[in-house]
């Protein structure tokens, strides 16, 4: 079974199916890659392209996000720093407020004590005034006549005189 051998039987069919599939696939295989490899080939740089242009833009958007990701790193540092801040200032703002209403209460305080004071002052002033003035009218209606004559008959008689003895005279009529 020589292959192709034109001494020995001549020219002719092969009729061994073996050696005709081999053959046949050898021929097929051949063909195509002669003829498609070609088409295969730019199939395959044409998708090998497109995964290194996809890798690509994934390494640029990870640049990207590993980027906002260091900002938002820097912000919170600088909210949590802000954060701090503003509590202390608040702390030191409340401490502030309570020393000052505080002190104005003590102040008030004081005021009120004051003026309760002064109000205490204005009553007792009152109150002896209006003892007085009973204390005095009592006495005048009790005394006897002749005492508010003697003090319009003596030389006390002046204009401010005048006016004290006409009102206790007057009160005593009463």
Do not use: C
């Amino acid at each position: 079974m020589h292959f192709l051998s034109l001494s020995h039987e001549g020219f002719g069919i092969n009729t061994n199916i073996l050696e005709t599939n081999v053959l046949n696939l050898g021929v097929v295989i051949a063909f195509v890659f002669v003829n498609l490899g070609k088409v295969y080939t730019e199939l395959l740089e044409t998708r090998r392209d497109k995964i290194v242009k996809a890798i690509d833009r994934a390494e640029e958007k990870y640049k990207e996000a590993q980027a906002v990701l260091q900002q938002a790193k820097l912000d919170l540092a600088a909210a949590k720093y802000k954060t701090i801040s503003i509590r202390s200032e608040g702390r030191v703002f409340l401490k502030r407020l309570q020393i000052l209403l505080l002190q104005e209460a003590r102040e008030e305080q004081i005021r009120l004590q004051k003026t309760e004071y002064e109000k205490r002052v204005l009553v007792e002033k009152k109150s002896l005034s209006f003892i007085q003035s009973r204390l005095l009218a009592l006495i005048f209606a009790k005394a006897p006549k002749k005492i508010v004559k003697s003090f319009e008959n003596t030389e006390l008689m002046n204009s401010a005189n005048l006016y004290w003895i006409e009102t206790l005279t007057q009160r005593v009529k009463e």
